[in-house]
């Protein structure tokens, strides 16, 4: 409580002990969506830029983890938005051998394709459920957003991407 | 997530996302430092502003400069 008020009157000890605290959950969450060492550091200082802009707003009873979660879900939201249009497809580990490797790989392209023509929102969503399996009640919170909102979110995402993948010739 | 092509879906999105690490590698505290004492130090756009606002001001009334220094 100390240190949120220490926060809240600008103390930048407070913030620094604040930020040492939950850089690694700030970032493991933004990683989850972007994928990415690079962005998701730059992210992850972005997301406590703005806590730190917006410090005097913070209600003090709350709690900080979920709300330095929910600014970071924004700021992913945002990186999508404004990445959206000179996109690339992530890297990716070697994946597992398979029968026919270079059919998997198209497959694993396609899906990849489709799922970057999904609105960022949906693709948030879509990513924490579907791949990470966080509880809907979590992704909720970190989007501030009801759990019927989520769920909704996840549905389209999969009707979207199971549309574009039997356009592109894959049928799952 | 019940129906089988759903599962599906989600299979397919699982083998293209593998999972990521993530645990922070490294403190991301002096960066943070950084970004706070150049922002500090930059000047706001309402500085810009009144700046602006001022300049218009003693181009249109250039005899307010003079007033302006007698009153500092």
Request: charged share 30%; with cysteine.
């Amino acid at each position: 409580m100390e240190l949120l008020e220490g926060l809240k009157e600008g103390d930048l000890d407070a913030f620094e002990t604040l930020f040492r605290q939950f850089q690694g959950d700030v970032y493991g969450w933004i990683m989850q969506v972007v994928r990415d060492r690079g962005i998701a550091e730059d992210l992850t200082i972005e997301t406590f830029w703005r806590i730190y802009r917006a410090r005097e707003r913070f209600d003090t009873e709350g709690a900080f983890g979920a709300w330095a979660r929910r600014v970071a879900t924004n700021v992913a939201i945002d990186h999508i938005r404004s990445a959206r249009n000179m996109e690339q497809l992530p890297e990716q580990l070697p994946s597992k051998e398979t029968p026919d490797p270079a059919i998997q790989r198209e497959i694993r392209e396609k899906v990849e394709r489709a799922f970057l023509r999904l609105s960022p929102k949906l693709r948030v969503a879509a990513i924490l459920a579907l791949v990470e399996e966080r509880p809907y009640e979590e992704i909720a919170s970190a989007l501030g957003k009801p759990v019927g909102v989520i769920r909704t979110r996840v549905f389209r995402a999969v009707r979207q991407l199971r549309k574009q993948l039997e356009r592109m010739g894959v049928t799952p | 997530m019940t129906h089988g092509d759903d599962k599906e879906i989600q299979r397919l999105l699982k083998e293209a996302f593998p999972p990521v690490d993530r645990e922070l590698r490294r403190d991301l505290w002096p960066a943070m430092l950084g970004r706070l004492e150049a922002r500090g130090s930059a000047v706001r756009w309402y500085d810009w502003a009144l700046l602006a606002l001022l300049c218009i001001w003693m181009f249109l009334c250039p005899q307010g400069i003079l007033q302006l220094l007698y009153q500092l």
